[in-house]
Nanobody, 119 residues
């Protein structure tokens, strides 16, 4: 069982940048995908960015062109570079590891890191 630990959150002004990092306690090589989710107060958790083991990347529309996800299998880390931040990006950001199971997928989660963007 892998443990995920996020870091890099904080308070930033609109237009600023933050870089989130996720460190896994074990190898991430075998995971089908690594991803970043976020959950704002009163809202459901949503997928922000996802990178598969094959390198395919997807983003939600609201962060395209501003956020970049990267995966380093050698270091067992996943990062999310966030530029041109907006107040709407304020949320708790979670790192997730997606493991393929016989039926469906299982997700490992980090504890989350708070990102607050002031206007």
């Amino acid at each position: 069982q892998v443990q995920l630990v996020e870091s890099g959150g904080g308070l930033v002004r609109a237009g600023g940048s933050l870089r989130l990092s996720c460190a896994a306690s074990g190898s991430i090589f075998s995971f089908n995908a690594m991803a970043w989710y976020r959950q704002a107060p009163g809202k459901q958790r949503e997928l922000v960015a996802r990178v598969t083991s094959g390198g395919s990347i997807t983003y939600i529309d609201s962060v395209k062109g501003r956020f970049t996800i990267s995966r380093d299998n050698a270091k067992n880390t996943v990062a999310l570079q966030m530029n041109s931040l907006k107040p709407d990006d304020t949320a708790v950001y979670y790192c997730a590891a997606e493991e393929r199971r016989f039926v469906g997928f299982y997700y490992y989660w980090g504890q989350g890191t708070q990102v607050t963007v002031s206007s």
